[in-house]
């Protein structure tokens, strides 16, 4: 630690460089992290919010609610704690002054998926809905009136709940029987046994229907199975591990050239008996220093970022995960400096003193 | 007794017809309190024989033996380890840490070595090397004399037995040359170290107790 100090506080500006460097690979790390869990959340927030352990869908759905078709007397063949039924449908919805995708949620409002109201009140009369907070950002507000795009009815905002948003489209809440007049027009009543799906709270999924047609899917399989979930997910992840691989390339390259620029130095103090232990660990307390001076400057420089972004951009800092992805950049870093131990290690002192 | 001692040493590069041999078999041996210098032209063995001595070159016969212990019997961590707490050395061209002020390069070896040296035994050294003044300063900031009174003081840091120079005067001029053999002199007396200086300039020699002289590989005593 004392060479390594010392070589930062007499060579500023070239160590600056460096943290500068590791600076903006951990600034774009925290940011991809923050976008990747943003954008997760536009399409798992009202699913995580349910606390549920399973989906039921029919078999047939491949795992899509949307297609999911069901009867509300399906529940009978369902053995599970909480159950409660769910009906979705995509539209587009207006105010008169803007327009948004919205997914539609056909509920109970007494069973447990029903969400808690932060403004307003509970949805009461027909075609009265809560709705996501999302869309206050879009100017809705409480009182407003909502045409859809694939219906004529007319939906009232009556409240706002929060974290509701599904596969990117803020989530109405409404009643069966509001969800079953949009999805089917006049042919609602003929339809008011309809729903898609069924969630559950149960300890034991694999007993939980006996319905071949029926196929019950852990939370979790489900959400991954949302359009674009995965893929978006694969390529965010596979952005930040690429940027930690480059940020151990980035570090060894930085850190072998100062190394062979002190061959003759470090040869010269083996030649007077300094160990390469104590050689290695100055090389090793140095890159920590330089990776975790470079991480908590970019998790500063995110975090202030992030307090000027505009609400559009959907991002949102874990900080258990920036916490994690901050360390792993400072053991990759130290990866990288093990080229230089190697070559640290590698060095005859013989020659260093032109033996 | 000796503090060091080369019993039949000889060391040869390559094989077959390409053998070289650098140092003919050699006897030496220096007690503790002498200044010797070894004369003899570039390519005559003298840094061979500065590398064998100082442990980073091993004979390909004979032994070579540093207060009783037989460097052939130590392996590369142990001779690390004598490097470090018996022989001091003072290279070329001073070879001190860019980066490190001249308090800081004694402070480092105040850290690697273990038998450190007391608050007055270092007021000392810097008193006896008059590089009191110079503490704060980064090598670059020296003159070449200052960088290698730095590098002696370095070099007797925490007391070797024995000091290795190897051409300690080459990148001096002539007044400085003689300053610094002076000063080696000195601590070597007052100490009752070893010092051993490899050089080409036959002007220094007046300052050593022994000189030997190297051609071809063979050392020969001529004082």
């Given at each position: 630690?004392?060479?390594?100090?010392?070589?930062?506080?007499?060579?500023?500006?070239?160590?600056?460089?460096?943290?500068?460097?590791?600076?903006?690979?951990?600034?774009?790390?925290?940011?991809?992290?923050?976008?990747?869990?943003?954008?997760?959340?536009?399409?798992?927030?009202?699913?995580?919010?349910?606390?549920?352990?399973?989906?039921?869908?029919?078999?047939?759905?491949?795992?899509?609610?949307?297609?999911?078709?069901?009867?509300?007397?399906?529940?009978?063949?369902?053995?599970?704690?909480?159950?409660?039924?769910?009906?979705?449908?995509?539209?587009?919805?207006?105010?008169?002054?803007?327009?948004?995708?919205?997914?539609?949620?056909?509920?109970?409002?007494?069973?447990?998926?029903?969400?808690?109201?932060?403004?307003?009140?509970?949805?009461?009369?027909?075609?009265?809905?809560?709705?996501?907070?999302?869309?206050?950002?879009?100017?809705?507000?409480?009182g407003d009136e909502l045409h859809l795009s694939s219906s004529g009815e007319v939906l009232k905002i009556v409240g706002f709940t929060d974290n509701a948003r599904f596969n990117a489209a803020p989530v109405l809440?409404?009643?069966?029987?509001?969800?079953?007049?949009?999805?089917?027009?006049?042919?609602?009543?003929?339809?008011?046994?309809?729903?898609?799906?069924?969630?559950?709270?149960?300890?034991?999924?694999?007993?939980?229907?006996?319905?071949?047609?029926?196929?019950?899917?852990?939370?979790?399989?489900?959400?991954?199975?949302?359009?674009?979930?995965?893929?978006?997910?694969?390529?965010?992840?596979?952005?930040?591990?690429?940027?930690?691989?480059?940020?151990?390339?980035?570090?060894?390259?930085?850190?072998?050239?100062?190394?062979?620029?002190?061959?003759?130095?470090?040869?010269?103090?083996?030649?007077?008996?300094?160990?390469?232990?104590?050689?290695?660990?100055?090389?090793?307390?140095?890159?920590?220093?330089?990776?975790?001076?470079?991480?908590?400057?970019?998790?500063?420089?995110?975090?202030?970022?992030?307090?000027?972004?505009?609400?559009?951009?959907?991002?949102?800092?874990?900080?258990?995960?920036?916490?994690?992805?901050?360390?792993?950049?400072?053991?990759?870093?130290?990866?990288?400096?093990?080229?230089?131990?190697?070559?640290?290690?590698?060095?005859?002192?013989?020659?260093?003193?032109?033996? | 007794?000796?503090?060091?001692?080369?019993?039949?040493?000889?060391?040869?590069?390559?094989?077959?017809?390409?053998?070289?041999?650098?140092?003919?078999?050699?006897?030496?041996?220096?007690?503790?309190?002498?200044?010797?210098?070894?004369?003899?032209?570039?390519?005559?063995?003298?840094?061979?024989?500065?590398?064998?001595?100082?442990?980073?070159?091993?004979?390909?016969?004979?032994?070579?033996?540093?207060?009783?212990?037989?460097?052939?019997?130590?392996?590369?961590?142990?001779?690390?380890?004598?490097?470090?707490?018996?022989?001091?050395?003072?290279?070329?061209?001073?070879?001190?840490?860019?980066?490190?002020?001249?308090?800081?390069?004694?402070?480092?070896?105040?850290?690697?070595?273990?038998?450190?040296?007391?608050?007055?035994?270092?007021?000392?050294?810097?008193?006896?090397?008059?590089?009191?003044?110079?503490?704060?300063?980064?090598?670059?900031?020296?003159?070449?004399?200052?960088?290698?009174?730095?590098?002696?003081?370095?070099?007797?840091?925490?007391?070797?037995?024995?000091?290795?120079?190897?051409?300690?005067?080459?990148?001096?001029?002539?007044?400085?040359?003689?300053?610094?053999?002076?000063?080696?002199?000195?601590?070597?007396?007052?100490?009752?170290?070893?010092?051993?200086?490899?050089?080409?300039?036959?002007?220094?020699?007046?300052?050593?107790?022994?000189?030997?002289?190297?051609?071809?590989?063979?050392?020969?005593?001529?004082?």
């Amino acid at each position: 630690m004392f060479l390594a100090l010392n070589e930062i506080k007499k060579n500023k500006l070239r160590f600056t460089l460096i943290i500068g460097v590791l600076m903006l690979v951990s600034y774009l790390v925290f940011f991809l992290s923050g976008l990747a869990t943003g954008l997760e959340n536009l399409n798992r927030e009202s699913v995580d919010k349910w606390k549920a352990t399973a989906i039921i869908l029919t078999e047939e759905s491949d795992k899509s609610m949307y297609q999911s078709s069901l009867a509300i007397e399906d529940v009978n063949e369902i053995d599970a704690e909480e159950i409660a039924v769910i009906g979705q449908i995509n539209a587009v919805a207006g105010n008169g002054d803007s327009k948004t995708n919205v997914s539609i949620f056909g509920i109970n409002k007494d069973e447990f998926i029903m969400p808690k109201v932060t403004e307003g009140e509970v949805f009461v009369d027909d075609n009265e809905v809560i709705a996501s907070d999302a869309l206050k950002e879009d100017g809705f507000k409480v009182g407003d009136e909502l045409h859809l795009s694939s219906s004529g009815e007319v939906l009232k905002i009556v409240g706002f709940t929060d974290n509701a948003r599904f596969n990117a489209a803020p989530v109405l809440y409404g009643d069966l029987a509001t969800f079953h007049r949009v999805k089917f027009g006049e042919a609602a009543e003929a339809n008011k046994e309809s729903i898609n799906g069924i969630v559950v709270r149960a300890d034991e999924l694999t007993a939980i229907t006996k319905n071949d047609s029926l196929e019950s899917i852990e939370i979790e399989t489900f959400i991954r199975n949302l359009p674009g979930y995965t893929e978006q997910n694969l390529t965010l992840n596979f952005m930040i591990y690429f940027l930690f691989g480059i940020s151990a390339v980035i570090v060894a390259i930085f850190l072998y050239v100062l190394t062979v620029q002190k061959i003759s130095m470090f040869g010269v103090m083996k030649a007077q008996g300094i160990s390469n232990s104590y050689l290695s660990r100055s090389v090793i307390a140095q890159t920590f220093i330089l990776a975790a001076i470079g991480v908590a400057v970019g998790f500063v420089l995110t975090l202030i970022t992030a307090a000027f972004l505009p609400s559009a951009v959907p991002v949102a800092f874990d900080l258990v995960t920036m916490l994690i992805y901050g360390l792993v950049l400072i053991v990759v870093a130290i990866l990288g400096a093990v080229f230089s131990v190697l070559t640290i290690v590698r060095i005859d002192p013989l020659k260093a003193i032109g033996g | 007794m000796a503090v060091l001692e080369l019993k039949q040493v000889k060391k040869t590069f390559g094989s077959g017809h390409k053998e070289i041999e650098a140092m003919k078999v050699t006897d030496f041996s220096a007690d503790r309190g002498e200044l010797i210098a070894i004369i003899g032209p570039s390519g005559s063995g003298k840094s061979t024989f500065l590398t064998i001595v100082g442990g980073l070159l091993t004979p390909t016969s004979g032994a070579v033996i540093i207060n009783d212990k037989n460097l052939a019997d130590l392996n590369e961590k142990e001779r690390s380890k004598i490097r470090l707490k018996e022989i001091g050395f003072i290279l070329q061209a001073s070879n001190l840490i860019p980066f490190l002020t001249v308090a800081n390069q004694l402070k480092l070896l105040d850290q690697v070595k273990k038998d450190n040296m007391t608050k007055k035994q270092l007021e000392e050294l810097y008193e006896d090397l008059g590089i009191g003044d110079l503490r704060t300063k980064y090598p670059a900031d020296l003159s070449g004399g200052e960088r290698q009174r730095v590098a002696i003081a370095k070099a007797l840091y925490s007391n070797p037995s024995i000091i290795l120079a190897d051409e300690p005067t080459a990148s001096l001029d002539s007044d400085r040359a003689y300053e610094v053999m002076e000063l080696l002199k000195n601590e070597t007396k007052n100490k009752n170290t070893t010092t051993i200086v490899v050089t080409h300039d036959i002007r220094l020699v007046g300052y050593c107790d022994k000189v030997y002289k190297m051609t071809d590989g063979v050392l020969v005593q001529e004082k």
